[in-house]
């Protein structure tokens, strides 16, 4: 099988052909696909791989598939740093290494090597140490997913600048610092941005050309934040989520900005110092937001 360009053998794949998890014993992975050289996809997410090399740390012959587009390692118990080897397969359009809580250390800047790569997934692992500043080489990226780790610091807003391409940020459940960048919202095509339970402080960012962003959601809970609450923000029309609680926030908001958000709309503003603004509302409109939480 020297010739096979996709091998399957994801928990969610085999369940719905009516097969239990894969156990992979003898031969171990390794001896099964190490000589696939023509392979392009991997997927290996939620699997149980008892016995395998998986068990231990990424396993170093991954990188000899030199013309490899999807690598799926999600929940495999995967444990060790990330293997600079990993960063140098040129046609890489998508890694997930998403939940396996004993990866950890800092990630390389080799990381921008892969500028082919238009998903990262890294979610529920232990990574730490800043955010790689290589990543703005990436400029293919649509989804970005490093929630729930442990990084740390601020954000440089020159990053993003290039990222004209993302359409999902998930930064939750980090360390990050420092103000929020500006030039993330700039980018045109972006449509959810996480960054709750962080570390950010300053003000909440105003959104250029509110009126033509593509935002939905928008989740900046438990930070730091300070200051009012911009005006730009209740211009997006496409809004359906906004998350602002558990911050510093201060001033009035005005009813009628509320009711300028788009249906349905999920609105948390709580735990800050903000008031409503009532009396200026205007008394002719006919319809107010239909809120699926407030």
């Known amino acids: 099988m020297t010739s096979l360009v996709t091998l399957y053998l994801s928990y969610s794949y085999l369940y719905s052909s009516g097969v239990f998890p894969l156990i992979l014993e003898n031969p171990n992975l390794a001896t099964l696909v190490q000589n696939f050289r023509q392979l392009r996809e991997l997927h290996l997410d939620v699997i149980r791989l008892d016995g395998n090399d998986l068990n231990t740390a990424i396993p170093d012959f991954f990188a000899n ?26 046609t890489l359009e998508v890694l997930d290494l998403s939940y396996n809580l004993l990866l950890s250390g800092a990630l390389p800047s080799s990381l921008g090597r892969l500028t082919n790569l238009s998903r990262i997934e890294l979610a529920g692992c232990n990574f730490s140490g800043p955010f790689p500043s290589s990543i703005a080489n990436l400029t293919q990226l649509v989804l970005l997913d490093f929630s729930n780790n442990a990084f740390t610091g601020e954000i ?4 993003w600048e290039g990222l004209l391409n993302l359409v999902n940020v998930d930064l939750r459940s980090n360390l990050f610092s420092g103000s929020i960048p500006s ?7 972006l449509q959810e941005i996480r960054l709750s339970h962080n570390q950010f402080d300053g003000g909440v960012p105003e959104i250029q050309n509110a009126s033509f962003s593509s935002l939905n959601i928008f989740n900046l809970r438990s930070n730091k934040l300070e200051g009012p609450v911009p005006q730009s923000i209740f211009d997006i029309k496409r809004l359906s989520v906004l998350v602002l609680s558990s911050n510093k926030l201060n001033g009035t908001i005005k009813l009628d900005q509320i009711w300028k958000l788009g249906n ?13 603004d009532a009396k200026s509302s205007n008394s002719t409109r006919s ?3 239909q809120f699926s939480a407030l």
């Open 156 to 159: 440089p807003s020159s990053y």
């Open 65 to 90: 598939f030199s013309k490899l587009t999807v690598l799926c390692l999600r929940s495999c118990q995967l444990k060790g740093t990330i293997l600079e080897r990993l960063f140098q397969i040129p």
């Open 264 to 276: 349905p709309i999920a609105l948390d503003l709580s735990y800050n110092n903000l008031t409503v």
């Open 287 to 289: 319809s107010s937001p």
């Open 183 to 189: 030039s993330l919202f700039a980018i045109p095509s």
